[in-house]
Structure formats: C-alpha cells, structure tokens
C-alpha cells in the first residue's frame, strides 16, 4: 500500500510539472494582458512601461525559470487585474464556497441515485422503471443555465423569495444551485447503477444467493451493488473533480462565489497567475482523488489489489 | 443650491426620527435605516483608483473617494472636493479647496492631500513618501507631461505650474479621486486598495471579493448624504437572474437591463425604469493609417481615403439600429465627442443615404467593375474584414455589428464578421496587425468631462486611433490644447468638431442609454451620465 502511494506520489509531482509548464506556455501564446491595464489611448510608450513593471519584457525562458523557483513557495505570483497573491484568491474560492457546492451536488447525486438506480433495475420495465429512465433523459438533457434560471423563476419569483436567487453562506442559499448541479450527475449515476445492477442480476453467483434462500435485501445491497458499484466509484470520483473544479454556469447563474467563474473570467483577462494557480489546484484535486478511487476500489472489491 | 436643499432634507429627517416621528420625503414615510442592494455585473478589481478607474470600477470607486470637481446629474462640472478652480495666468492653474472635509477615518482633506495625490499621479517622491508605485492605467508623466510642478499656497489653496498652456487641467487632474496621505503611508498601497479610504458619501466595511461590496454612510460626509444607512453591492453576472432578483425583492436596483427587457419590466407596477444618456461611444474603426504606422506590407490603410469613411457613415441606417435593436435606449452622435461631455457640439447628422454613399465611393475611385456587386478600384476589392468583441461590452452591441455589416454591403462593400474576445482584439490594435482592410467595432468611454478626451483619440498613436488626424487637423487640435481663454477654446472645439465630423475617422454608430431598473420603494434614484451611480439624496419607502 504504502509502496504504491509512493509511486502515485511521484507520478502526481509528474503530472502537476507537466500540467502547469504546458499551461505556462500555452497562455503565453494567447498574447499579453497589458491591453487590459492601460487606457485606451495609452501610447506604445505607456504600453512597454506597463509590460516593464509586469515583468513581461523579460525573455520567456527567464519568467519559466522563476515560476518553477516560485511554486514549491506556493508562490503563483499576484494576479495581473486584483493585484491580490493569485494562489490565495484561488483558494479562497475553493473554499468554502466551490467545495461546499460540489460536496453538496455529490450528495445528493449519490444519496438519490442509488436507490432509485436498484429500484429500477429490480422493477424492471415497471411503470417505476419507466419513469426513473424517462425522468434521468429529461435531467441529462436540460441545460443547467435553463435549470438554473427555471428554479429561481418558481422558488425565488414565484413563491415569493421562498429560496433566495443569489449568493452564499448558509444552507438556504446552497439549495437551488446544489439541485442544479445535481441533476445531470444524479440522471447519470441512475443509469449506470440500473445497467450495472442489471448486469449482475444475471450473474449465476446472484441466482445461486436467491437459491440458498438469502433475503432479497442481502442480495441486493451485498452481492449485487458492491459489484455494481466500481464504474460508478469512477464515475462519481470524476464528477466531484469536475465539481471541485468550478462549475462557471451554475457559479454564474446562482451568482456563486466559486473558482470556475474565478478562472474563467482569467483567461479572457489574460490573468497568467490566476489561470497558472487555478490550473495547478485542478491538476491536485483530480490526481488525489483519482488515487482516492484507486483506494475506494480494494475496499469494495477485495480482488483488486494496489499493488498490481 | 444642491447642498442647501439636501442639508435641509437632513435636518427636517433627523428632527423627525429624533421627534419620534417618521421621516417621510416629498409626502411618502422613509426608512432612514434601510439597506438597498444594488446588483451589478461584475466586481471591481481595484479600489484604489491609481490602479484604474474602468467602466466597471469607477462604480465602486466613486462611493468612495472623491475628486476636486464633481459632476451634476446633467454630467456638468460642479465644485466637489474644491470649491473653485481658474486658471491665474496661461501657465498656472489654482484649486481653492473645500474646508472641513474628513476622510472616512478622520484625517483631514486639505492641500498637503492634494499635493500627495499629484506625487503619487505623477509618480513623484515615493520614496520619500514610502510608498510603493502602481501600475497604473494612465501615467501622467506621459499623458500630461506640461504640468511640471505643484506648491501648497496655504492650507486650502494649491497652484499647479505647466510649461504650456492647459486648459484642461482642471478636468485630468480635477476628476482623479484623492485618497489620503497619512493612511495611504501607514497601510501601503496594498492596505489603501483592500481597505480603501475616502471622503465620498459611502464608507466601505466589507469587501468579498467577486461577491460583494458592503457600505455604510459616512456621517461626516460634507454634502447631500444618501437618506438610508447601509448600502450593498451585490454582483449577480447573469443578466436574467439579476431581473429574477429584483422582481423578487431580494435587490432593490440593477444595472445594465437589456433594452427589449426594459419595455417588459416596465409594466411591472412594483418596479421602476430610468435612463440615461452614456459617455460609452461606440464606433466602427477602419484602417486609415499610413503605411509606415502600422504592420503593413507597405500599403496605406484601405479606408485611408476620408470619403470612404464618410460614405459609410451614410451608408448605415443608425436609426434603424436604434429604434429596432436598441429599442430606443441609444443616440445617434455625429460629433467625435460624447454628447455629454463638457465643449460638445452638435452636428448635422450623417443622414441615412445609400445613394450618396454610392455617389462618394465613385468620387473615390470604386466601382463595380466585374458585376460581382462589390466595389473595385486598380484591382483591389472594397472589403473590410471586421472583427469584433462578442459578450463584452452589454446592452445591444453583440446584435449591432452585423447589422452594419449588410449596410455596408448593400453599398457594395464586401464584409466579412469575425467575432473573437475582447483580448484578442486588444493584442491586435496593440500590435497594429489589424489587416489592411481591418476594422473592427468598439466603444470608448470617458472618466473625464471635457471634450478633449475624446478628440485626442487622433492625434497620437494609440490603440484606437486608426486614422490620424492629417496636418491641418492636428494644428487646430493642437491650438485647441493651448487655448486657455474658456469661449475662444469652446469655439476652437466647435471648429475641429465640424471639421472632423467631416472628415469622419470612424464609423459613429450610436452613443449609449443605460437602463437602470428598481423596485418602486427606491426614491429619488437618478442616473447621470458617468460611469458611476451617484446614490446621494436617494431613499428608501418605508415598507
């Protein structure tokens, strides 16, 4: 075990290396931001002072170079347009706001997919069937702006601010964008645990339990849904990366002081140390919790091993 | 007058809630403790104006610092931090300064503020002040490097001193908001923008950045205050879920409604429209530029020709535009200067006249030569490849620029529209790569009053200026800037209006309205043509 964190470990420094260089380049290409910080009929003159404070005049190698120096420091540098250090206000959006949301959307995503993916695939072609499968098209198929927008009109507009339309920080506030970005996850989750379900209902070891007499109950919950539950493991630990990642339309929308809407207004902004900092906390949060998947899977199922 | 009648208003108000009783304006109960919550599009960046004082940021930024010279609700200069200014002779420009005035923590307003802010502008002494530099969006030791020095007369009186003539001193140095000298040394330049600290009727308390700004009155302000206690801005980027917010009553007041949701919203008993003329200018912009002042290939831009220019600005039906996409929330403007700045001066409008606009492109030498129905002269196409910033500057704008663009090709122009973001368009107005046949679609706006913000957009190289003002042009420009006689330079500005007008640099589209809407209980709420929202006088109905 410990030997295989190891070598995840090492392999994370990789990727995070190659994520940010690739990403330190790549911005660079798409031209420089002092356009965005002097008037508009600023001279070349007062162009090239400004690229001079920015530090920008200097060759590229040279920036690349204090960049890597810099990061161990955690030091991303300060944001071109805030003139705030760029990893504090990435991180003041991750937390608590961006990982509040995305906790709360996996939640509900989980905790409603899993019964209703055994109720419909053990009802299977029942009118309960047909409905969870109709009703997981609809939520997979809605936009999430249009969702969003439609919520606010019925629980904020409607019924009178029963729910506020906008911002942060309590539990009322967190519902309606929670919903919104629940649903295409939970449509999904419901149908991967109903095809998973199904497929192992087949299974000759699942007859044999029903055979020696074992309660429905215990079929389902220990021999089937633990064997059905590898893919949605993955696909639920990709769900909360992308979730932890800033999700721009429903931080847009709700007005939700996450990161995506953070980085997203960046890279228009050729923000280069918010877009560097936002893209080097993405590159953690997907390797950790990809190793997290790695660790859930020999807990669900004991035939795979780490080591392998 | 402003200041009597509000002092007044204040008096009668604190008498009432002293007495028991309820205050009430103009016959309706107010609530002197309320909260309004503004919704606005987006965060400022900075608070510190140095920094920059953008469309966005000057909203923030102006509740909170103030400059020497204020602005009515017409956009008319009007004593703000200085009770007068006048030039003493063609060299020398003095404030007269407000007395009394504290900033929101209690250090006084007075010449040696003054004199620090000119430092900090003009870069100047940091070092003996200890503070840092900025990077600042206008540097003035480069803008206006005639103003050469600066003394303290008294307390109360500061006199500036140039090497030529300027008769606009009393804008560009008159509208920068003055932050204060002892607490700037103590907190930094970083403290300043993170807990900024200014004279203007609002004091910050909280700022969560990208969310939201909280204010609360500042007791001690010197003039007109706002009539309710706690102000908030709260940044809903959306435009629908701000209109959701307000219809629902969690905001009391949103900027920047679309101009087809402004006729819905209208209807609405519970809410509120109001308008008002914009110094936001948008324009088409051709290259027009010799071949040696941009990336060329050594040809002269293709619109360097002014009757093509002019010909397209008759060739575009801008009320059309106007009436159709703006649904009335836009003025047409065929003067180079905002029509609410200080020295404009109406012009004969560029009729809508595709004839003449043929008539004009034929004069130029273009004609239909192969039948292909665009225009062709020594084996050159008329052809414009227009790029514009999609999502970027609100309103109409995205819907507009095509529309334009079949105008132009009704004359026989050949146009193609290619939309990019707003950076990318800014990269190439930087590096003068726009095509010789470039163009693209944009607006400017102002935070200064007098005309020559705007007419200065032609007469040095800059990211806008894309046809310079030829020689003759330029002299009376320039004749302009030494003029420091009031009616002798209002006729000068009159003169290169015309003549520019005329001579057509751009392709004036329309000049904005911004549309504000609010909840009915919102009192006394009138927009003014800057960039920021003045909320002194407004209250709030007691519900």
Redesign the interface.
């Known amino acids: 075990m410990s030997a295989f964190l190891l070598r995840r470990l090492l392999h994370a420094i990789f990727v995070v290396w190659g994520v940010v260089t690739v990403v330190f380049f790549l911005v660079r290409l798409t031209g420089d931001p002092t356009g965005f910080l002097v008037d508009q009929t600023a001279t070349q003159e007062e162009i090239a002072h400004t690229r001079h404070l920015l530090g920008l005049d200097r060759p590229v190698y040279v920036q690349y170079l204090d960049f890597l120096l810099a990061v161990p420091r955690g030091d991303f540098g300060t944001s071109i347009r805030d003139k705030r250090p760029a990893m504090r206000m990435v991180l003041e959006h991750l937390w608590p706001a961006t990982v509040q949301l995305a906790l709360a959307a996996l939640l509900l995503s989980t905790l409603l997919a899993i019964p209703l993916g055994i109720v419909s695939a053990t009802h299977r072609d029942s009118c309960v069937d047909h409905l969870s499968r109709v009703a997981s098209l609809f939520l997979q198929s809605m936009p999430s702006f249009w969702l969003g927008l439609m919520l606010i009109l019925v629980f904020a507009v409607q019924l009178q601010g029963l729910l506020p339309s906008y911002g942060s920080g309590s539990l009322r506030h967190l519902i309606l964008p929670a919903i919104t970005l629940a649903a295409a996850p939970l449509a999904q989750n419901v149908r991967l645990i109903r095809a998973g379900m199904l497929e192992v209902l087949a299974q000759d070891y699942v007859r044999t339990a029903r055979a020696k007499g074992l309660a429905e109950r215990l079929v389902i919950y220990r021999h089937t849904l633990r064997n059905a539950a590898l893919p949605f493991i993955t696909l639920s630990g990709l769900s909360l990366g992308f979730m932890l990642s800033g999700t721009i339309i429903i931080e847009t929308v709700f007005s939700w002081p996450g990161m995506g809407r953070l980085i997203v207004q960046a890279v228009p902004g050729r923000d280069f140390p918010v877009i560097q900092a936002g893209v080097f906390v993405f590159a953690v949060i997907f390797v950790l919790i990809n190793v997290l998947v790695d660790v859930l899977y020999t807990v669900v199922d004991p035939r795979v091993r780490l080591s392998s | 007058m402003w200041l009597c009648v509000g002092g007044m208003i204040w008096l009668l108000l604190t008498l009432g809630v002293a007495g028991g009783v309820t205050p009430t304006l103009n016959g309706v109960e107010i609530d002197p403790e309320g909260e309004l919550i503004v919704?606005l599009a987006d965060d400022t960046?900075?608070m510190d104006p140095r920094?920059?004082m953008g469309s966005i940021r000057s909203n923030y930024i102006r509740q909170v610092f103030e400059s020497l010279v204020d602005v009515d609700a017409q956009g008319n200069p009007v004593p703000g931090l200085a009770l007068s200014w006048k030039p003493i002779d063609d060299l020398t420009w003095e404030f007269v300064l407000r007395q009394g005035v504290t900033f929101h923590n209690g250090e006084p307003f007075n010449a040696d503020t003054v004199l620090f802010n000119l430092d900090r502008f003009y870069r100047r002494n940091l070092d003996t002040w200890g503070i840092d530099?900025?990077?600042a969006?206008?540097?003035f030791e480069?803008?206006h490097p005639e103003v050469t020095r600066w003394e303290k007369v008294d307390d109360y009186t500061v006199r500036l001193y140039t090497s030529d003539p300027a008769p606009t001193l009393w804008d560009f140095i008159g509208r920068e908001p003055m932050v204060p000298k002892d607490y700037t040394r103590q907190q930094g330049v970083?403290g300043l923008?993170e807990r900024p600290v200014g004279t203007g009727p609002w004091r910050m308390v909280e700022w969560?950045?990208?969310?939201?700004m909280h204010f609360e009155r500042h007791e001690a302000y010197w003039g007109r205050k706002p009539l309710y206690t706690k102000m908030r801005f709260?940044?809903?980027?959306?435009g629908?879920?701000r209109i959701?917010?307000l219809?629902?009553?969690?905001v009391g007041l949103i900027e920047a409604v679309p101009p087809l949701d402004a006729t819905v919203l209208a209807r609405d008993p519970q809410l509120r429209i109001a308008s008002s003329i914009q110094k936001l200018y948008c324009r088409l912009y051709v290259n027009g530029r010799p071949q040696d002042q941009y990336d060329s290939g050594g040809q002269d831009g293709l619109f360097s020709d002014a009757r093509v220019r002019l010909a397209m600005n008759h060739a575009i039906n801008k009320e059309g535009i106007i009436t159709k996409i703006f649904n009335g929330y836009a003025r047409e403007n065929a003067s180079p200067v905002s029509m609410v700045s200080y020295g404009y001066a109406a012009q004969p409008p560029y009729t809508y006249d595709p004839k003449k606009a043929k008539a004009l492109l034929a004069e130029a030498g273009w004609q239909d030569g192969d039948g292909d129905g665009f225009l062709d002269k020594n084996g050159d196409t008329l052809s414009l490849d227009l790029v514009f910033p999609a999502k970027h500057y609100g309103q109409a704008f995205d819907e507009m620029t095509p529309a334009v663009a079949e105008m132009l090709k009704e004359v026989g122009i050949q146009v193609t529209i290619t939309l990019v973001?707003?950076?990318?368009l800014?990269?190439t107005?930087?590096k003068g790569t726009l095509p010789r046949n470039g163009g693209f679609t944009a607006c400017?706006t102002s935070n200064n009053l007098d005309a020559d913000?705007y007419l200065?957009?032609w007469a040095?190289?800059?990211?806008?200026?894309w046809a310079p003002y030829p020689p003759d042009l330029l002299a009376l420009y320039q004749a302009s800037k030494r003029e420091v006689h009031a009616d002798k330079r209002l006729q000068l500005l009159a003169e290169l209006q015309r003549k520019v007008r005329d001579w057509a640099p751009v392709v004036s589209l329309y000049q904005e309205v911004k549309v504000y809407a609010h909840r009915q209980d919102v009192l006394n709420f009138v927009p003014i043509p800057e960039l920021n929202m003045d909320f002194r006088g407004v209250a709030l109905q007691k519900r």
Do not use: C, H, M, Y
């Open positions: 919704a960046n900075n920094i920059g530099d900025v990077t969006s206008t540097s480069k803008t970083e923008n969560k950045r990208k969310d939201s709260q940044v809903i980027p959306e629908a879920a959701a917010a219809k629902s009553g969690e973001d707003f950076g990318t800014l990269q107005a930087i400017r913000d200065r957009d040095a190289l800059t990211l806008i200026n």
